[in-house]
């Protein structure tokens, strides 16, 4: 179904100042019934672009039905050849991570299944602080003088030329497990695995979407399938590969890859692993999280991630990949409540570079591209502000750390907006000689910078991206895919949407348009959220909340301009099971008036 072009409503300036769309066709459930000959499940995905021949294989995404033969990829045969090579000769392997959850997951993932394989691989980790992103050529000297013969980067490498120069030098092997955007050049590896290679096939490029974590998958069974055809399984049982799948599902969701196709398949399959508790480390990140129930997505991106972050922004960077390795109960449940007394203290500091961060947006109203940074930023929580940022004013925005290290160089965190390839910007700024490293994907990227080259970095970004910028900007609209009146958001309409699920980036949660209401109560709750309780003209009501929207002109009007107006809401359902019966409330993310 096409997108309608005309407004939903005739709201074309709601009250965040976006215009109402229809995501695909008019399901409006209003008087009871669809249109179509659909059922509302088809009709969700059909909005998602799935062709009509496709629904049935959509409806329930499986390995199976998705995972491409890894083969396809540039270099995978020749990475799963020495990965087994390594499995049969006993090598030392050493797999070097990064600091997020992605690379956590990465690097556990392959610890995992060579252990599964017979041999304990270590594995290293850098030090946010001290040693920065990427591997360091220094790190990979000292683990081949160590004794490591192979080493394994996730989550990294992509463009660190130096630093496998010098593994190359001193002979040791390296294969290269990324997601990040490449240079026409690549470094020296033994094989390098990235789905974005700008020499990658096309149906190789086609999974461009996928976190590292499910690259590292897509070895794990390249690995696993060359060592069967050697004959490695012959009286032995073969590693569960589906068991690794709660990690490519926590890692691909925290690392907000977009789920369609191969990611929505893992990650489906990968909840259902995770409601199994079969990884003792997860299960303490579950438990500690308060999680009563089996995790959802959305519990991966705002509850479990940003536990296993934690450790990488403001504590150890190693706690995330001991806690998802190990095979001591008491050690899981040591390191999942460390972690979630860390994702405390950085809650704290992030509040603090946010207010520093805020202070300067005024001065740059003028910019397509905020560039924030000030001395004393922590650089572990400069990506989260500058996402909290890109969301107050609608830019890409970057939060650079100055004096992050011995040099005094800036440490930088971006993140964008639909339509703006930051990461391949961010990549020609470090080519162009504004930068001293510097790299990511469309969404997100990080960099190092000497101070002296923030304003021409700013002046070059803005001259780049402006005509970007303003064509997503002038283009901010919201995709509903259905419309009801209060009596029609029950239970069980929320149950059938998230059959349709998993959602995430790439494959939205449906946004329901709720009306119209009145409001019976609007006030103020936790950090700045905003709790409504709405009546409509069908003699039902309902709670709402709009987080983090106190300050914001949508909540301001809900909290002081909505009294004896008549207003639709939109946002997503969800179930409320803290009352004696679940009930279906709507987490707020627009609200327009109807009058």
């Known amino acids: 179904m096409a997108s309608g072009t005309s407004s939903l409503f005739g709201i074309d300036q709601s009250l965040s100042g976006k215009a109402w769309r229809w995501r695909g066709g008019n399901m409006d459930l209003s008087d009871g019934g669809l249109g179509g000959g659909d059922d509302l499940v088809a009709q969700i995905l059909?909005?998602?672009?799935?062709?009509?021949?496709?629904?049935?294989?959509?409806?329930?995404?499986?390995?199976?039905?998705?995972?491409?033969?890894?083969?396809?990829?540039?270099?995978?045969?020749?990475?799963?050849?020495?990965?087994?090579?390594?499995?049969l000769s006993q090598e030392a392997v050493t797999v070097y991570g990064d600091y997020d959850v992605d690379g956590a997951t990465s690097a556990a993932l392959l610890i995992r299944l060579l252990r599964d394989l017979g041999l304990e691989a270590r594995y290293y980790i850098p030090d946010r602080l001290l040693e920065g992103y990427g591997p360091s050529g220094e790190a990979l000297v000292k683990l081949a003088q160590e004794g490591s013969s192979l080493i394994v980067t996730v989550d990294c490498g992509a463009m660190a030329y130096e630093a496998l120069g010098m593994a190359r030098d001193v002979g040791v092997d390296v294969i290269v497990v990324d997601h990040h955007k490449c240079a026409h050049e690549l470094p020296p590896a033994m094989a390098l695995v990235n789905p974005n290679r700008l020499d990658e096939s096309d149906i190789g490029a086609a999974h461009g979407h996928l976190a590292a974590v499910g690259v590292a998958f897509l070895l794990a069974v390249a690995t696993v399938r060359t060592l069967r055809e050697q004959g490695f399984f012959e009286g032995k049982k073969e590693p569960d590969l589906f068991a690794l799948l709660d990690l490519v599902a926590l890692g691909t969701v925290a690392d907000v890859a977009a789920l369609h196709g191969l990611n929505r398949a893992m990650v489906a399959q990968g909840l259902k692993v995770m409601a199994r508790r079969e990884n003792i480390g997860m299960a303490?990140?579950?438990?500690?999280?308060?999680?009563?129930?089996?995790?959802?997505?959305?519990?991966?991106?705002?509850?479990?991630?940003?536990?296993?972050?934690?450790?990488?922004?403001?504590?150890?960077?190693?706690?995330?990949?001991?806690l998802l390795t190990t095979q001591d109960i008491d050690e899981a449940r040591a390191i999942a409540a460390q972690l979630s007394a860390l994702n405390e203290e950085r809650r704290g500091i992030e509040a603090v570079v946010q207010e520093a961060a805020e202070a300067q947006i005024d001065r740059q109203h003028n910019r397509a591209v905020m560039v924030l940074a000030g001395a004393g930023w922590h650089p572990g929580v400069i990506g989260i502000v500058a996402g909290r940022i890109k969301e107050k004013t609608g830019k890409p925005t970057l939060v650079i750390a100055l004096d992050a290290d011995e040099h005094g160089h800036g440490k930088g965190s971006g993140r964008s907006i639909s339509g703006v390839d930051l990461g391949a910007a961010i990549i020609a700024a470090r080519e162009a000689g504004l930068l001293l490293a510097g790299g990511g994907h469309a969404m997100a990227a990080g960099l190092t910078i000497s101070?002296?080259?923030?304003?021409?970095?700013?002046?070059?970004?803005?001259?780049?991206?402006?005509?970007?910028?303003?064509?997503?900007?002038?283009?901010?609209?919201?995709?509903?895919?259905?419309?009801?009146?209060?009596?029609?958001?029950?239970?069980?309409?929320v149950t059938e949407l998230e059959s349709a699920g998993p959602f995430g980036m790439g494959w939205p949660a449906p946004k329901l348009a709720v009306g119209p209401?009145?409001?019976?109560?609007?006030?103020?709750?936790?950090?700045?959220?905003?709790?409504?309780?709405?009546?409509?003209?069908?003699?039902?009501?309902?709670?709402?909340?709009?987080?983090?929207?106190?300050e914001s002109d949508m909540g301001q009007a809900l909290l002081h301009g909505a009294q004896g107006r008549k207003l639709w809401l939109v946002g997503r359902a969800k179930i409320d099971d803290w009352a004696s019966r679940p009930q279906a409330e709507l987490h707020v993310e627009d609200a327009a008036w109807a009058d």
Request: overall charge neutral.
């Open 46 to 87: 059909l909005a998602r672009g799935v062709p009509r021949e496709d629904l049935d294989r959509q409806r329930t995404p499986s390995l199976r039905a998705f995972l491409p033969d890894p083969s396809i990829f540039r270099d995978m045969d020749a990475a799963a050849d020495r990965l087994a090579q390594a499995v």
């Open 284 to 322: 303490a990140l579950i438990d500690t999280s308060r999680l009563s129930r089996a995790p959802t997505c959305s519990d991966l991106g705002f509850a479990l991630g940003p536990r296993v972050n934690a450790g990488g922004r403001v504590g150890e960077s190693t706690l995330g990949v001991r």
């Open 451 to 493: 101070p002296d080259c923030l304003s021409p970095l700013a002046d070059w970004l803005d001259e780049r991206l402006a005509r970007d910028v303003l064509a997503a900007m002038e283009n901010q609209s919201l995709a509903i895919d259905l419309s009801l009146t209060p009596r029609g958001l029950t239970p069980q309409l």
């Open 517 to 550: 209401v009145r409001l019976v109560k609007a006030d103020i709750v936790g950090n700045g959220h905003v709790r409504l309780i709405a009546s409509g003209g069908d003699g039902a009501s309902f709670k709402a909340i709009a987080f983090r929207a106190a």
